[in-house]
């Protein structure tokens, strides 16, 4: 097994820290214990508490987007993917104990200065929003407008199941969202 050199072993101290207790929550200090690392190294890597965020959100995109495709490349068609990304998230939120979407918990949790951060979670939900479109606009089924229109009702859908789970802390949400989306779809 690799060791972890000082900037991941930070990333990961920092992703945990963030998602599961909350960016403001989290001080540098506890990052760096957690990490087990010096001040002066950490600066070395990053120059704040933001711009670890932003590696955190880079590393959780790229992490979730992965698995999520890896979960849906089965499917043939773009609404079979779409359908089956609500099973991801149901399998994902039941892992992590209903704790909820990363970008959608820090960026409740963000002080107003904080652009690097919200912008990188306007990025990847833009980037969702599109593959959701993109996937319907393949599929053919709909003008390119109603595919767009059709995809931004499936994200909200998404959306509002992701933080309506977290709060209920049940996956009933999901699965409504889920029959919501086949509906819509039909």
Known sequence: MKRQNVKERIIEAASHLFYFEGYNQ???NKILKEANVSKD??????RSKEDVAVAYLKGLYSEWMGDLLNYVKSKKTGEEKIIASFDYVHAWLSKVQYRGCGWQNIYTDLPEDQNKIKDQ???HKNLL?????NLLIDDKKHSIEESK???DEIIILLEGALITTQIQSHLWPIETAKRATIKLLS
């Open 149 to 151: 229109e059709l995809g």
């Open 26 to 28: 989290t001080g540098i």
């Open 41 to 46: 190294s950490m600066y070395r890597h990053f």
């Open 129 to 133: 929003r599109e593959w959701v479109q």
């Open 121 to 123: 979670v306007l990025l």
